[in-house]
C-alpha cells in the first residue's frame, strides 16, 4: 500500500528552529508538497520538490532525498504564527495525490 | 487576491437528510476537488472536475455525488447523510491539469450528523 508517515506533533521554541520530517512508500514518485494549515483556516501552499537537494524560501526549507523516500521541512527563526499544522503530500507514479495526516507543530514562548 | 469560497462553515444535520455543500472560486480555475479531512487521517479526495459537467470519482466517492454546471462553482452532495459522514469538507481548486501545480483551498465546512 501506499504510505506517508509524519510525526503527530511537535513542540518548539519561540526563535528556534525545528524540522518536520516525511517519509513515504508509494508506487512512484513525481513530486512532494509541504502545505501549512492553520487551525480553522485552508491549507496553503508552502513548497514544491521533485529533485533532491534543499530549496530555501526565506524562513522556510524543504529538503528532498528521493533514494531515501525522505523529505523534511525546516522553520528557522520560529514564531508563535507558525503555529499551525504542516501536510506532505506526494505525487505517485499514476499522479495521484497522496497527504499524509499532518504534523501539529506547537510554539511556546 | 485568489479566492475559494465554501458557503456554510458550520452544519448540524439529521441522519437520512440530504446536504449540499458549495464551493466557488473567483480564479477561473478549471480543476476543483473535494476532500474530506479526518483526525489521524491525510486528506481523501471523495470526487474532482476538470471542467464544467464533468466529474470523476476520487478515493471515497461512496455516499457522494458531485455538481458541476458553472466553472466557477463546484457542489457536494450527501443523497442521504450518515454519522460517518461527520467530517470536516475541504474544498480546491487548481489552475488546469498539471498535478505538480499548487492547490488552493477553501476554509472547510464542518459537517456534524446526528
Known amino acids: 500500500g501506499q504510505n506517508i508517515d509524519q510525526p503527530t506533533e511537535m513542540t518548539a521554541t519561540e526563535g528556534a528552529i525545528v524540522q518536520i520530517n516525511c517519509t513515504y512508500q508509494t508506487s512512484g514518485f513525481n513530486g512532494l508538497f509541504w502545505y501549512q494549515q492553520h487551525a480553522g483556516e485552508a491549507p496553503t501552499f508552502l513548497s514544491y520538490?521533485?529533485l533532491d537537494g534543499l530549496e530555501e524560501k526565506g524562513r522556510f526549507s524543504s529538503f528532498l532525498s528521493r533514494s531515501k523516500g525522505y523529505s523534511y521541512l525546516l522553520l528557522k527563526e520560529l514564531q508563535m504564527k507558525d503555529s499551525a499544522s504542516y501536510l506532505c503530500a506526494v505525487i505517485d507514479s499514476n499522479y495521484q495525490l497522496i497527504w499524509g495526516a499532518g504534523t501539529k507543530l506547537i510554539i511556546k514562548p | 487576491d485568489v479566492k475559494v469560497t465554501q458557503s456554510s462553515r458550520y452544519l448540524v444535520k439529521r441522519t437520512g437528510e440530504k446536504v449540499f455543500l458549495e464551493c466557488v472560486q473567483d480564479?477561473?480555475?478549471?480543476?476543483m476537488f473535494w476532500y474530506r479531512q479526518d483526525p489521524g487521517l491525510g486528506l481523501r479526495l471523495i470526487y474532482f472536475?476538470?471542467?464544467?459537467?464533468?466529474?470523476e470519482k476520487g478515493d471515497i466517492p461512496e455516499g457522494y455525488s458531485v455538481s458541476r454546471e458553472k466553472k466557477e462553482r463546484f457542489s457536494l452532495i450527501l443523497e442521504s447523510a450518515s454519522t460517518n459522514q461527520t467530517s470536516m469538507y475541504l474544498c480546491a481548486s487548481r489552475l488546469g491539469q498539471d498535478v505538480t501545480g499548487e492547490l488552493f483551498f477553501g476554509e472547510g465546512s464542518r459537517l456534524t450528523v446526528l
Open positions: 480564479m477561473d480555475h478549471e480543476n
Open positions: 520538490n521533485v
Open positions: 472536475s476538470y471542467d464544467v459537467k464533468m466529474k
